[in-house]
């Protein structure tokens, strides 16, 4: 398996941001994105390179 390179990002109503995925590529990360939002649940999920030099 590769480097994760890719987040899946959900927001929820209050504005607080959750990582629910990493892909290896960005097309894959915007497909699983699309596989959540496909659930209808309302929520906003966004696609975003995963910086490694960031400290969590």
Same mark, same amino acid.
């Given at each position: 398996?590769?480097?994760?390179?890719? /987040?899946?990002?959900?927001?929820?109503?209050?504005?607080?941001?959750?990582? !629910?995925?990493?892909?290896?590529?960005? +097309? +894959? /990360?915007?497909? !699983? /994105?699309?596989?959540? +939002? /496909?659930?209808?649940?309302?929520?906003?999920?966004?696609? +975003?390179?995963?910086?490694?030099?960031? !400290?969590?």
């Amino acid at each position: 398996m590769g480097e994760l390179l890719w /987040a899946v990002i959900r927001q929820d109503d209050n504005g607080n941001r959750y990582r !629910v995925a990493s892909c290896e590529t960005r +097309e +894959e /990360a915007e497909t !699983v /994105a699309g596989r959540f +939002e /496909a659930r209808g649940l309302g929520r906003l999920y966004t696609v +975003e390179k995963i910086d490694r030099h960031r !400290v969590p």
